[in-house]
């Protein structure tokens, strides 16, 4: 099998060496970049498979090197931003990343997070099937029906909306800000207490079905994600 090659994007030194020692020990394959225009030059010719990316990057800022590679290219972008830069973390998903860590983070968080990015990479595309399946749940976005192990499952027309932008997004962490977009075409703040409200009754609904598989994952403050089984 191919290694995995992944992109380190970070400019402190001690947080790369961590990384990449971390990498050669799990065998994956990676370039370095301490900059985002090494970023932006290494990412067009080498088309790595993962990139990590540090947002406090000594010359572009990393939600704009973000921008720049998602206009051309979907490889999977984790990024990689200190506690104080909350804003820029969701900003970030904003823009087209598809997970965070935050420093100080573990060796076990980063792999954890690279196996994530890399089974969304292995499972087939099916963004253009009209059937979704995951672990026992299953949606027919044709018929508009829902089901967890063989039995439907009814949900009112937000329910079934936010569950099908989760879907279409299996793996990757959904801002509020995007949920409500794609669901309402707004993205005012206290919406953000409806969502959780409409989350909360549409998870119930999932996990009555289902008690043993956690499907809908929150990350507090900034969004949802829909794990993949
Ligand atoms: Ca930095």
């Known amino acids: 099998m191919k290694k995995i090659n992944i ?8 947080v790369r060496n961590l990384i990449v020692t971390t990498l050669k020990l799990h065998e994956y394959k990676y370039e370095i970049a301490q900059t985002g ?3 932006l030059m290494i990412v067009s010719s080498q088309s790595p498979d993962v990139i990590l990316l540090d947002l406090g990057l000594p010359d572009i800022d990393g939600c704009e090197v973000i921008s720049t590679i998602r206009s051309w290219s979907n490889v999977p972008i984790i990024v990689v931003s200190a506690r104080t830069e909350d804003n820029d973390k969701i900003e970030a998903l904003d823009r087209g990343a598809d997970d965070y860590l935050t420093k100080p983070f573990s060796v076990d968080e ?4 690279i196996r994530v990015v890399i089974r969304r990479l292995n499972t087939v595309d099916t963004s253009g099937s009209s059937l979704y399946q995951n672990g026992n749940l299953c949606v027919d976005f044709i018929a508009g ?3 967890m192990c063989n039995e439907e499952i009814h949900l009112t027309p937000i329910e079934y909306k936010l569950l099908c932008v989760l879907c279409k997004n299996t793996g990757k962490v959904l801002t509020h800000k ?3 977009k794609e669901v309402w075409g707004t993205a005012l ?6 969502l959780r409200v409409f989350m909360a009754t549409l998870r119930k609904k999932l996990e009555e079905k289902d008690p043993t598989t956690k499907y809908i994952q929150t990350h507090v403050g900034v969004g949802y994600r829909m794990i993949k089984h």
């Open 7 to 14: 992109l380190v994007v970070e400019d402190d030194v001690s």
């Open 110 to 113: 980063l792999l954890a997070r």
């Open 178 to 180: 995007y949920i409500l």
């Open 37 to 39: 225009k090494e970023a």
């Open 145 to 147: 029906t829902v089901t």
């Open 189 to 194: 703040e206290n919406d953000i207490a409806s």
